[in-house]
């Protein structure tokens, strides 16, 4: 299966945004550094931060998982960074070359735990 892991990046208030874009940079950083240290499991970087309007962003990770146990890594990752940069995730799958999510985590949706958002997967 095929997942995703995206910093949410819409529906966010002003201040929220601007701290987004703040920490832009950093935040593309450690995701890069997540894909290439994991380039042997087909980790594949998100980066669509072009546009003005955050909102617009698409800004994580996809990855072929599967067993439960290959969600720890991301999520771990994605729960730091939220916690670090205030800022919340969404995980899902892609099939056919849409996402779909299925869990909301991080600074206002609490931690993500890797077992549950397996089960959300069917995993």
Request: glycine content about 6%; some cysteine.
């Amino acid at each position: 299966m095929l997942i995703y892991l995206l910093i949410a990046c819409d529906r966010l208030e002003d201040k929220q945004e601007k701290k987004l874009r703040q920490n832009l940079p950093e935040l593309q950083v450690a995701l890069q550094a997540y894909v290439e240290s994991n380039a042997a499991h087909d980790v594949t970087l998100i980066n669509e931060c072009e546009s003005d309007d955050c909102e617009d962003w698409q800004l994580g990770i996809s990855q072929p998982v599967s067993k439960k146990i290959h969600l720890n890594p991301p999520v771990d990752l994605f729960n730091r960074l939220a916690e670090q940069h205030g800022i919340d995730c969404e995980v899902g799958y892609i099939e056919d070359g849409v996402r779909e999510p299925v869990s909301y985590f991080g600074k206002y949706e609490g931690k993500g735990e890797a077992f549950l958002i397996a089960e959300y997967l069917a995993l």
